[in-house]
């Protein structure tokens, strides 16, 4: 197919779904793109790139197989906000020379979009969006909607400014097709616009959008000058991102989404967690050396050491888990805070207790040593208390202080209360020892 | 404001937007709802609920709170897909009564989207779309759109249906703006409409509308009558769904978002894992009764188990959550498994050597053992690489058995990996004890 026939293939090519195309244009071998990109336009291209879902290190290799003056024809050619992703995957030198070539009107959008932090509602808005004034009639709001369409990423709304281009409307072309030509655009607009501020988390403003149900939302800076639209593709990618971001902290693993190519990759995501994790544990193995006089005496405490740990671990990962989705959801506010230590404190006396008897009395049956069954139970019931806490608090704590909560992955909470529950269970194990050694 | 101006509390209200709204009526007390009900007519209701964020459990109270003419009306305003969701949390007696005072071609539609499983496309979409055909003009077609404007969920698509009523075409409202009032449909409709079928699972759809970037995407039978659209809000709440559990399951907790109103129900969403968990631990304890006599003779030993039972959990969370996530985005063809498992096996080794070497050296020359350091460090590797592969395994075997692999959740695999960790420890220990013995 590739070899040979232009025409064919551009009437197969282009009569598929873009996002098809750029599956396909992904999976072909390096000569076969280079057909490409004679067969295509930059236009055309550009339309592959915005649908592109590739590793954030194969743009620059990509790239580097065009002619630069097509390259930077197709970023021109491109929705603004998407330009910008695939530009800063590039170094900085090699951004600026592509944006030389460019003509000025898109250089000068991207460059500006450029500018905002990573992770902020600038940082994924577009500025195609439609604007008109308040004092128009539908009609002519219908005709700078048609001209416009072409470029603009979303025409079903359109926000009115007035002539300082501050925001004080919007509009829904839903609403536009159903009013009468003249009508006046500030009889139908709604002046209470939900918009975000430009250095809004990305998060936050999808919060707002899922709540809201919008297709777009209006980007604003502190003078309510509008800059850019949010629509919600974009806002779609944050959610999977910020989600699958959870995950894999959660799993104490740095990325769980992108394919690994090969072993050595998928090693050095798990690695620098493993590690961390295995001196942690010497910490914990030094602990119970310190225990080693109790355990010469009674070897059968040892027994019980991983059950311990590991119902420490698994409930502090529970309480981490809810703590966690609690602060992403944004239900966080100060007078919460107390309240959600109490509570946890309550469950942990909960399950602490029901997991405690039950434990107590398996142990009781099975080892016929009363003493030895209160001693684990007791031990579980106090550590599970404690790691519950420690599971809500150390998110708690993090965030406060304006670290990610998500970072105290379960594994590491893991570890944590594995130190915890040991110190615990000899601690009790050497203070009743007497009623302990057979 | 509430207690006697209803003129005054329906400006305010209707002033602000319907998820505020919801908002504001979902935190006021009884005694306040009931005011509610009398100032607003069904249809303004409707609106309410459609944007409502409660508890399952929590609509059948505030139906009962409502005169049943006044929720009949008030389910045939909302949209289709709302209505059935509210429908689907109360019992059938309730729902028939609803559904014989509702006017007839409201419940018809609802009992017809009643019928879809849950977590199906069915189940999720909603019927009120426009249909156009495909010898009509722009400009006719515009015309039934605006007619059908207000009662529909989206205008953004409109589907083209033939006279039996499968889908041929669609054509976004962009386009027919940007058209001549005199172009035909099928001129300009796209006849390579991406659809999804009705039993089709939830996330495959959300899959596809996130790929494809659509704000809609319709619904057809086995034989391509077009029965519904999905349109992109719902997805947005799928996704946070899908992902809010697939969190919950790898912290092992029932429900991680849901509000818990008190410490009880928050024990109950943790405490069924505990206890599996406290029963897989007495396994692992009188397992490592089993090896009491190596432990009386080598206390020392007891010393690493933690360390090693932990690693083992680690690796194998990690692993799992790779796996699950590999799973949920659809790259689970068949080739790719054998493939998968070699390529975890790889990471285990790589993984398990660089850690069981870091430990070895720390164990010798912490406790001046090398065939302690030896053994704790072969044990490491080794388990490394079983529980990288334990972690990978199981999501896919429950995959192919089509029990949804999240279920195997983070605690449950650490605590599988536990037992295996502590067999290969002791294992390896019984074995060489001759070399130990102080």
């Known amino acids: 197919l590739e070899d040979e026939n232009i025409d064919e293939f ?6 598929i779904h873009p996002y098809e195309r750029a599956k396909f244009y992904a999976k072909l071998p390096k000569d076969a793109r280079m057909h490409v990109y004679h067969f295509l336009s930059p236009e055309e291209m550009a339309e592959v790139f915005e649908n592109l879902e590739i590793e954030d290190t ?5 790239l580097s197989e065009m002619n630069p003056t097509f390259v930077a024809d197709m970023l021109s050619q491109m929705y603004a906000d998407d330009a910008v992703d695939v530009l800063n995957e590039l170094d900085k030198e090699q951004v600026a020379s592509y944006l030389t070539i460019m003509d000025d009107e898109a250089a000068g959008e991207i460059k500006q979009l450029l500018h905002y932090e990573e992770y902020t509602a600038g940082s994924i808005m577009t500025t195609e969006f439609i604007a008109i004034h308040s004092n128009q009639t539908v009609k002519s709001a219908m005709y700078i909607l048609k001209k416009e369409a072409p470029r603009a990423e979303t025409i ?4 009115v400014i007035d002539e300082e281009k ?9 609403d536009l097709i159903v009013s009468d030509d003249d009508t006046m655009v500030y009889e139908i607009m709604s002046d209470r616009v ?22 777009a939302v209006p980007v604003i800076d502190f003078q309510n000058h509008l800059l850019g639209i949010i629509t919600v593709d974009d806002i779609i990618d944050v959610m999977e991102e910020e989600a699958s971001d959870d995950y894999s902290k959660l799993a104490g693993i740095t990325d769980v989404d992108s394919a690994d190519k090969n072993i050595f990759s998928a090693a050095k995501k798990r690695l620098p967690w493993l590690i961390i994790l295995s001196f942690l544990g010497m910490m914990t193995a030094s602990l119970i050396g310190r225990f080693e006089d109790t355990l010469d005496q009674i070897a059968i405490l040892a027994v019980f050491i991983p059950l311990i740990a590991g119902m420490a671990g698994n409930t502090g990962t529970q309480a981490l888990a809810v703590a966690v989705r609690r602060i992403a959801i944004g239900d966080d506010k100060e007078e919460n805070k107390l309240f959600l230590i109490i509570r946890e404190a309550g469950t942990g006396v909960i399950t602490g207790a029901v997991c405690g008897i039950i434990i107590m009395l398996v142990v009781y049956f099975w080892k016929s040593d009363f003493f030895l069954g209160l001693l684990v139970g007791f031990s579980i019931f106090i550590t599970l208390i404690v790691a519950t806490l420690a599971g809500a608090l150390v998110p708690l704590i993090m965030h406060k202080f304006k670290v990610d909560p998500a970072v105290a992955s379960g594994p590491f909470i893991t570890t944590i209360n594995d130190i915890i529950s040991i110190l615990i269970y000899f601690g009790f194990a050497s203070l009743f020892m007497n009623y302990l050694v057979q």
């Open 166 to 174: 501050r925001l004080v409307g919007v509009i829904s072309l839903r």
């Open 194 to 215: 939900v918009s975000v501020s430009v250095s809004e988390d990305q998060e936050e403003v999808a919060r707002k959008m899922r709540d809201y149900n919008f297709l």
């Open 156 to 159: 079903y709304y359109v926000y």
């Open 58 to 62: 194969e743009y620059e290799e990509l």
């Open 10 to 15: 551009r009437t197969l090519f282009l009569d």
